[in-house]
């Protein structure tokens, strides 16, 4: 790690490594620890909700992260031979 390098950047990188609840809930609760920064910085109580919305919005984005993750995976899957589906042609068969 570099001495240029964000001091949150750990908890940052551990946060996307948990599960993606726990995730969204460490990236509301840094947004809120972060509004609440702000509200005895600044003295305004509506930069508390400033940090809120920031938590809110670093939790969506875990949820996007954590689809394109799936997604990627899955379109993996979708070319493996064992998983394509197979078609069947039942027209042939005359009762």
Same mark, same amino acid.
């Given at each position: 790690m570099n001495d240029n390098d964000?001091?949150?950047?750990k908890v940052v990188e551990g946060a996307n490594d948990l599960s993606l609840g726990i995730? #969204?809930?460490?990236a509301i609760l840094i947004g809120i620890a972060i509004? #609440?920064?702000m509200k005895k910085w600044t003295g305004e109580t509506w930069t508390l909700w400033l940090g809120v919305v920031i938590g809110i919005g670093a939790a969506l984005r875990n949820i996007q992260i954590a689809y394109k993750k799936q997604k990627a995976s899955l379109d993996e899957l979708k070319d493996d031979p064992r998983f394509r589906s197979r078609r069947f042609d039942y027209e042939d068969d005359e009762d």
């Open positions: 964000p001091k949150l950047k995730s #969204i809930v460490v509004g #609440i920064g």
